[in-house]
């Protein structure tokens, strides 16, 4: 029964696909999902992953074998170039990077929640860093509170150069501690901002992009606590029908 349904949901879902290739802006996110099935080449264990995309109109989800450039081209495929372009936000794993996404037709934004989660974990990690944690996370909670100021007044330039003045004190900042570091773990840290620094500046020209990718997180929570429940697919059709319910 639930096969067929699968079958009758498609042509919705296809559609659901086409608005998302339209789209300009996604927030992108990856979680693990299982497909226990009879494993040939495509499906080879059962450790498979739920991708999804959230953009202003709609939200689309897919499950791969794979966590790998495959899967992230199957959201954003190379046949559809004269149609999708945009930016595309999502934490540092590396497959969202250039090497996979065409930068002629993507411009790439990172997360700084994913930052400040690192800052936390390195100060967790070392105690000694609590003092230079505590203040990298009063210096985004400014930029939080300058961001939230221009959102209510858009067309003011002096919030706007405030903005720009904190980003650029804080690249500042990483340039200092990077020579002079005061723990390994902070390096570490440092290092990911200064690789990934004008993806996580994305926001500052153009207000429409987020300063972080929580929405995408959020569309991930949903499938993540049904994972808990029901743990994942018997086969990779139930996997697809999974994809097609958590989208629609």
Not at 11 to 24: I, K
Not at 85 to 112: E, H, N
Request: with cysteine; proline share 7%; net charge positive.
């Amino acid at each position: 029964m639930f096969e067929s349904l699968a079958k009758l949901l498609a042509p919705l879902y296809v559609a659901f696909l086409e608005h998302h290739y339209q789209q300009a802006y996604w927030r992108v996110d990856e979680t693990r999902w299982k497909v226990y099935t009879d494993h040939n080449l495509t499906w080879s264990s059962p450790n498979a992953w739920l991708w999804g995309a959230v953009s202003a109109d709609v939200t689309v989800f897919i499950i791969d074998p794979h966590r790998s450039s495959d899967a992230l081209l199957r959201l954003f495929p190379s046949d559809q170039a004269s149609r999708i372009a945009g930016v595309i936000q999502s934490d540092m794993y590396a497959t969202y990077g250039p090497g996979t996404l065409d930068p002629a037709r993507f411009q790439l934004a990172k997360c700084w929640a994913h930052v400040r989660r690192h800052i936390y974990r390195a100060s967790r990690t070392n105690p000694a860093l609590t003092l230079w944690a505590d203040a990298w996370l009063a210096r985004i909670a400014t930029m939080y509170g300058l961001l939230r100021d221009r959102r209510h007044h858009p067309n003011d330039p002096a919030r706007q150069a405030a903005i720009e003045a904190q980003m650029k004190s804080m690249r500042r900042t990483v340039t200092r501690q990077l020579n002079k570091p005061p723990a390994p773990q902070a390096i570490k840290v440092l290092e990911m901002m200064a690789c990934y620094w004008p993806e996580l500046v994305a926001f500052v020209v153009r207000p429409e992009i987020a300063p972080d990718n929580n929405a995408a997180e959020r569309a991930m929570r949903r499938p993540a606590l049904g994972r808990k429940n029901y743990v994942g697919s018997r086969a990779p059709w139930a996997a697809d029908l999974a994809a097609m319910m958590f989208s629609l």
